[in-house]
């Protein structure tokens, strides 16, 4: 929480020094499935494994990093 607080009012802080930076760019309404070159559905496949794998992950490593509180 500290470093979402932290990285706010930095980024408050430059923001003037960037302001022309942040909105030099012409993406107008790009998607990201646009900007990789990837067709839609492949993008919502990928997110989609990314997501199952992470929770798969997070399931094998729960047990572990739980049993090192218990003792």
């Not at 646009?34 to 798969?56: H, I, K, Q, R, S």
Request: glycine content about 10%.
């Amino acid at each position: 929480m500290l470093g979402l607080i932290a990285g706010v009012i930095v980024f408050a802080e430059v923001y003037t020094a960037i302001a022309t930076f942040v909105w030099s760019g012409s993406l107008q309404s790009a998607t990201l499935a646009e900007v990789l070159g990837l067709p839609f559905w492949l993008l919502a496949a990928l997110v989609v494994l990314m997501a199952l794998g992470t929770f798969w992950l997070v399931r094998r490593l729960e047990p572990k990093a739980g049993a090192g509180l218990c003792r």
